[in-house]
């Protein structure tokens, strides 16, 4: 395959713009990880004009896919985990061109997840889990079992790759078999409610029992890149500071969420300021010690 495809990665080769081009074939037991192509080229480039370019090619029986990907684009999937099988890309794929050695280096500053990355991808987890936490347990007490259920499977994924980078490491597709080895804890809460044998409203019952432990525990983790920022700066935020700041943008519409927990938990406190009309107060937003 890859004397097929020399072709069409030379002519991204020879090109000034081209940083890198890694091969990923499609292995026996999961073709999921190549969205069931026998073989995608990754092509990362300087250009940002069109941050992903794609193409599909057929060889004979086989199948190949051809993603075109700014280096901006490439930096977001890997923060926001957007894409999560790009990071299986990066890690396993055969470098087939490597400009000044950029694949070797992005893969060096991946092992090592600095802190600040770390920090912030845990934070971007934490608030997805507690929007799905909530959402779910809200669902459960309306007696929507089928949407609670469907919020805490969520919910769980998001716990799991919160540990899985609590340990230095990028959560991957099979983020299950990562978490087996990493917390027994959160991969028996999984089990139990995928495969107990418990009615589901039990199993809910249970899980946001000890969801909530799980949840509170990882407090400090999940809003340290939060609460870094907000201390940075002596007083209180007004929530459009809060959200017009560069740092918080990644969080999205997860972030009033997770201020209101973290208010609710007492990390955060609320100063309510007049407004001109009486009786009215603004909400704003400090660290607990402040």
């Not at 480039?45 to 086989?62: C, N, Q, R």
């Not at 950029?102 to 060096?108: A, G, K, V």
């Not at 919020?151 to 087996?180: M, S």
Request: net charge neutral; charged share 25%; hydrophobic share 40%.
């Amino acid at each position: 395959m890859e004397d097929l495809l020399r072709p069409i990665y030379q002519k991204w080769a020879s090109r000034r713009d081209t940083l890198g081009i890694l091969m990923i074939e499609k292995k026996a037991n999961n073709s999921a990880v190549t969205d069931t192509f026998d073989t995608v080229l990754l092509v990362v480039t300087i250009d940002g004009s069109t941050p992903v370019f794609m193409k599909h090619y057929a060889l004979g029986e086989e199948k190949a896919a051809l993603y075109v990907v700014s280096e901006a684009q490439l930096n977001e999937w890997l923060l926001l985990g957007s894409h999560r099988k790009v990071i299986d890309w990066i890690f396993n794929g055969k470098v087939l061109f490597d400009r000044n050695d950029y694949i070797h280096h992005l893969r060096n500053r991946m092992k090592e997840f600095p802190e600040e990355t770390r920090q912030l991808k845990m934070g971007l987890e934490f608030a997805k889990l507690i929007r799905r936490y909530i959402d779910g347990r809200a669902f459960f007490h309306a007696g929507q079992l089928l949407d609670a259920y469907n919020h805490v499977i969520h919910a769980l994924h998001h716990l799991a790759r919160l540990a899985v980078i609590e340990q230095g490491f990028y959560p991957e597709v099979t983020v299950w078999n990562q978490i087996k080895q990493i917390d027994a804890q959160i991969y028996k809460l999984y089990e139990e409610l995928v495969s107990g044998e418990e009615p589901l409203q039990k199993r809910l019952e249970l899980l946001f029992l000890a969801s909530e432990f799980l949840i509170h525990s990882r407090i400090s983790s999940g809003a340290a890149h939060l609460c870094k920022v907000l201390g940075e700066k002596e007083g209180a935020w007004s929530i459009a500071e809060i959200v017009q700041h560069p740092a918080l943008s990644p969080y999205s519409v997860d972030l009033i969420i997770m201020l209101e927990y973290l208010v609710e938990r007492k990390i955060l406190s609320v100063e309510e300021i007049p407004t001109k009309s009486r009786h009215i107060y603004h909400r704003y937003y400090s660290m607990q010690n402040k």
